[in-house]
């Protein structure tokens, strides 16, 4: 069945109508086969995703998107991870100049990982390849992914025999900076991910400046160290981490140099004395770029952070008072300057978060402050008139018909232009969304 087929035929029949209600009714055959056909179906919808996306990529731009690209576009709109988003967004752009492999793809003869890699292939083969071998080693790789028992190990050994095949006078594999990748994804349970591919030098320095930062380390009564060689890496490159933002050279961003910042209500640090932390004059304040959040804390790339965690890292901080409604609005720091100070961005991170516009969030570090009714037009600087947006959305409100007013509980609305909705509803900004909401 091609992907312009009735799509929902498969799903029609008695048994996987019983599957929806009451799976614990079918027979162990009608139960298998139901998983094997609903497989079959989500494979069909992902490739018409894809297809969809790529014409979404091609053809729309970004005033009727509201978002730089169409990653960050099919990322607000669903349950999508921006990472996910993006390989979707490129699985379709790339399918447009490789019909072979779309053709594949859209008949679900090969998975959506396959055709990607067949796909990164044919656009980057071999610096030795002839461009008349291309052909063949196309479809040598779309026989190795076809079938049920294909598998991403047998695609991935063809490529390496291929690129053994066509190896020429440039750099090994082991030398090539080109193929470095370097992948750090948040997790569900709010961790970090890191995953990389680096060039040997590259390696090399690595290791070598993890080497001395991951010794195991015996107590003083000489007991053995018991962290895993895994766990006295991950402490090393921490404190690897932890030096070189300590030590000034790492650039500036938002016209600070870059540090850990940590949002939090002082009252909740104080609420157990630890740190001997004091809350100034009985008002709420936050830490070095802090904001309260009803009882939690948190960090402007990783998000949510626990109180406990919060008190530890407090115990290092610079406390600097931004005096919070109860909205957990910024009250105005009475500067007017045609400039953000500081002490106003601080302000804009403690209500923004990050990009206010809707379904972005986009990390603080990438914002800067935006006038609501322009410095030129003698629009003030004070935080009424200003929200935090990424460059992307900066350019988008100084070059489009979306609109931002402030609400009554002094946070920005947006009014999307009558292209995106007639009726041009204000729409809360990103950290104020329902969750659910794009």
């Known amino acids: 069945m091609g992907i312009g087929e009735d799509i929902q035929g498969a799903l029609s029949d008695e048994i996987l109508a019983t599957a929806v209600g009451d799976a614990w009714r079918l027979a162990e055959a009608e139960l298998l086969d139901s998983v094997v056909r609903v497989s079959e179906e989500i494979q069909r919808l992902e490739a018409l995703r894809v297809k969809l996306v790529g014409a979404v990529d091609h053809r729309c731009h970004v005033d009727v998107l509201g978002f730089p690209n169409a990653k960050m576009w099919l990322a607000s709109k669903t349950l999508l991870e921006v990472g996910a988003a993006g ?78 095949v066509f190896e020429s006078d440039d750099p090994p594999p082991s030398e090539d900076t080109e193929r470095n990748e370097f992948h750090a994804s948040k997790t569900l349970n709010g961790r970090v991910a ?43 490159f921490t404190e690897l981490l932890r030096r070189y933002l300590d030590s000034g050279v790492a650039g500036e961003e938002g016209g600070e140099r870059p540090h850990v910042s940590l949002h939090v209500n002082v009252k909740d640090l104080v609420d157990h004395g630890d ?104 629009g003030p600087t004070d935080m009424d008139n200003l929200v935090l947006l990424c460059g992307c ?26 292209q995106v909705d007639w009726e041009r509803k204000p729409i809360p900004a990103h950290n104020r969304a329902r969750p659910g909401a794009a």
């Open 194 to 236: 890191v995953k990389g591919d680096l060039d040997a030098v590259t390696g090399e320095m690595l290791l070598s400046a993890l080497s001395g930062l991951s010794k195991p380390r015996p107590a003083q009564d000489g007991t053995k160290d018991e962290r895993t060689p895994g766990q006295r890496r991950a402490d090393g």
């Open 87 to 164: 390989r979707i967004v490129m699985l379709g752009r790339g399918l447009r100049f490789q019909p072979e492999i779309a053709d594949h793809f859209f008949h679900t003869n090969i998975s959506a990982e396959h055709a990607a890699l067949v796909m990164k292939f044919c656009e980057r083969p071999p610096k030795g390849m002839p461009d008349e071998a291309l052909d063949g080693c196309r479809r040598a790789l779309l026989l190795a992914a076809t079938g049920p028992t294909a598998n991403t190990d047998a695609v991935r050994a063809v490529i390496a025999r291929l690129e053994r």
């Open 393 to 418: 959305h900066h350019r988008l409100l100084h070059h489009s018909d979306w609109e931002i007013e402030m609400g009554a509980d002094r946070h920005p609305m947006f009014i999307p232009p009558r």
């Open 275 to 378: 740190c001997g932390a004091r809350e100034p004059h009985g008002a709420p304040a936050t830490g070095e770029g802090l904001f309260a959040v009803d009882g939690v804390a948190w960090t402007e790339w990783m998000g949510p952070l626990s109180i406990t965690a919060a008190r530890l890292l407090s115990c290092d901080s610079i406390v600097t008072p931004i005096v919070l409604d109860g909205n957990g609005s910024p009250l105005d720091l009475g500067v007017s300057t045609r400039t953000v100070t500081k002490r106003q961005r601080k302000a804009l991170v403690a209500r923004d978060r990050g990009c206010a516009f809707p379904g972005c969030g986009a990390p603080p570090s990438w914002c800067e402050g935006h006038h609501i009714v322009h410095w030129s037009k003698s």
